[in-house]
C-alpha cells in the first residue's frame, strides 16, 4: 500500500502561517502528481495546490494565489504546502493527495492522507 501522512496543522490567527507537510511511505514506484486539498464543512472538498513530478510546474486556486506556496522534495517523497496571510476562510480540513505507482503494478492510483485541520480565527 502507500501511505500518506499529513502534519503541520493547527489553530492560528489571522495574518498568520503554518507549514503543512505531507510524506508519502509504503510500497512506491513512482509518484506523479502531489498536492493539497481543502475541505470546509458544508463543502465541497477543493483543490488548493498541485505540482507535477515533471518540471515541478505548479497549479494554484485563484483563493490562495499569492499566499500559499507549495514545494516537493523529490527524494523524501514529501509535498509541502507554506500558507502565509492566513485568513478565516482558509479554515478547513487539508488533504494531501499522490497519484502513485505501487512497486509490481502497471496503473497508477489516487492516494488520499488523513487530513489535518486548519484554524483560522478572526
Known amino acids: 500500500q502507500v501511505q500518506l501522512v499529513e502534519s503541520g496543522g493547527g489553530l492560528v490567527q489571522a495574518g498568520g502561517s503554518l507549514r503543512l507537510s505531507c510524506a508519502a511511505s509504503g510500497s512506491i514506484f513512482s509518484i506523479n502528481d502531489m498536492g493539497w486539498y481543502r475541505q470546509a464543512p458544508g463543502k465541497q472538498r477543493e483543490l488548493v495546490a498541485s505540482?507535477?513530478?515533471?518540471?515541478?510546474?505548479?497549479n494554484y486556486a485563484d483563493s490562495v494565489k499569492g499566499r500559499f506556496t507549495i514545494s516537493r522534495d523529490y527524494a523524501k517523497n514529501t509535498v509541502y504546502l507554506q500558507m502565509n496571510s492566513l485568513k478565516p476562510e482558509d479554515t478547513a480540513v487539508y488533504y494531501c493527495n499522490a497519484r502513485a505507482r505501487r512497486v509490481l503494478t502497471t496503473t497508477q492510483r489516487t492516494y488520499w492522507g488523513q487530513g489535518t485541520q486548519v484554524t483560522v480565527s478572526s
Open positions: 505540482v507535477t513530478t515533471s518540471g515541478g510546474s505548479t
